[in-house]
């Protein structure tokens, strides 16, 4: 396959003026033949210009080593790992004598954030890579383990939300199941296993091992931030871009995927700009590349699990042992669905029961009926999406009439959708099955006939719990746990300043809440991205007279 010609945008040549303004920012470098400038896994490599001789990409990813393409004069290196801090997917070779223009990873962003001339260039070329690889017959790494255990689909999850390219091999393919495992030294009850090729492999790792080896989690500076953002939600994402264009040392922190629940989406049509809607992991993608592009960092999987304040610092704890400071906090951790009040629940979630509606959940469950249940946009999207993978959908509603809680074109479009069965005045009772879901029994709350769904697949997008059970009392909340802000506050005997609450503003000084965590929020993604952007003008309202006590 020729990748330069089947994705001329990705391989772009630089203009002499872009030569030159590179040249005035990089570091000349000479590689003789052979020679590597980096390797496949190796994290924060460098970008390089090519001026003479060439570069070859080899791919690691298959059986054997091949090159995919070679970079010639005037073209570049890198991908949207430079800008991310994650590893590289492949090795660069020198072919020839080669001469390049090297810059490290935060001169990259640097550039791209000041250098308007080159930034475009080099955004659509890393966007059109990504693309290209994940179109192309590019394995990424290797998810080992049978699709019935709970963490294969936790490490699947976690790679598929965070855009990690992987193949999943299936375990019955492999004609010699011992003697491949016995190659990376494992046996069958060690599974699942990632690999990179013969790089690495981890047995069963924590979603914070594996989000460390491949980049996504770093070490974070001991320095007292300017912003630190709680969920990288639209709200939090929103935030980020704005707080760091504007110079303010931003840190995010997310501790499972960019996206938040917008991120689950498959697609989202009613937001403002993308006429031909715009999925949700497409969305995320796209906002943390315009957070990275102007110095915000973004670490994942980061669990917090505590906030103290001493003065006016304010400091998390995470879950591994790391503590930051920062002098104004964001929360946006959204909230997440609520669970069915059934017996055997959680026995079945990651094996028949989900929260998100992906192409990963739709590949697992295209054999047989579904049930989406649900009455808001989320679950009427979902079911949209999934009809077109599964023979047969139910809708199963609680209340009377979806008009009153999902738009009116999703109500529609799901009312004239052959494949679709609504069940109003309906709720699951019972789920059945040995390994994973069977049959559940559903009830009709006016009637009360029950009646049997033959299905292997729940998909539950049910009422919201707000995430803010590890902030303190001291912060006010309403009776359901979500964040009261500006005029929301009364009685707040934690205040202590002469001036009003801003509008976004929680019960303590500098701490802000943006997105749907917030008491009064409007659950849409651009009322999200609205908010996230507005805390940021408050927030340097509140620095402008911030001292440390």
Known sequence: MDYKLQFPKAFPKLSDSQLATMASLAEHKFYSHGQ??????????????????????????????????????????????????RSSNVDARALGEVEVLEVCSEDLRKIIAERPELSDTILNAMIARSQALSETEFKGLSLIGPASLKDTFRLRDFLTKNQVLFTQLDLEA????????????????????????????????????????????????????DLVIVGAGPAGLAAAVYGASEGLNTLVLERMAPGGQAGTSSKIENYLGFPTGVSGTELAQRAV??????????NVPSYVNNLQLNGNIKT?????????????????????????DLENWEKYEGKGIYYAATKMEA???NKFPVAVVGGGNSAGQAALFLSSFVPRLYLVVRGKDLALTMSHYLTKRIEENPKI?????????????KEGIEEVLVKNNQSG?????????????????????????????????????????????????????????????????AGDVRCGSVKRVASSVGEGSMAVQFIHEYLKDWTEN
């Not at 591994?320 to 946006?332: P, V, Y």
């Open 289 to 298: 590349m315009q957070a990275e592009k102007f110095g915000a960092q973004l």
């Open 363 to 365: 590949a697992l469950c």
């Open 174 to 225: 492999i004609p010699d199941l011992n003697n491949f495992l016995s190659h990376f030294g494992v046996n069958p009850e060690d599974l699942p296993l990632v690999t990179n090729g013969d790089l690495w492999s981890l047995k069963n790792p924590s979603n914070e091992a594996l989000g460390r080896k491949i980049g996504l989690k770093q070490d974070i500076s001991t320095e007292t931030y």
């Open 316 to 340: 998390l704890s995470l879950d591994s042992g790391e503590k930051i400071r920062s002098r104004a906090l964001l929360i946006s951790t959204g909230a997440d669905y609520k669970k069915l």
């Open 449 to 513: 006939e029950i009646r049997t769904l033959h299905i292997d697949s729940i998909f539950s997008f049910i009422g919201a719990v707000p995430r803010t059970d590890w902030l303190p009392d001291m912060l006010m909340k309403d009776p359901k746990g979500f964040l009261k802000t500006g005029y929301g506050l009364e009685d707040n005997s934690h205040w202590g300043l002469k001036r009003q609450p801003f509008l976004l503003e929680t019960s303590i000084p500098g701490i802000f809440a």
């Open 36 to 85: 590597y400038l980096f390797r496949a896994a190796e994290i924060e490599f460098k970008f390089h210009v090519v001026l003479k001789g060439g570069v070859e990409i080899i791919d690691r990813s298959g059986h054997e080593p091949r090159v995919i393409l070679v970079h010639e004069p005037r073209e570049f290196t890198g991908d949207l790992a430079n800008l991310s801090r």
């Open 421 to 433: 069965e609504l069940l109003l005045h309906t709720e699951i009772i019972e789920i059945h099955g």
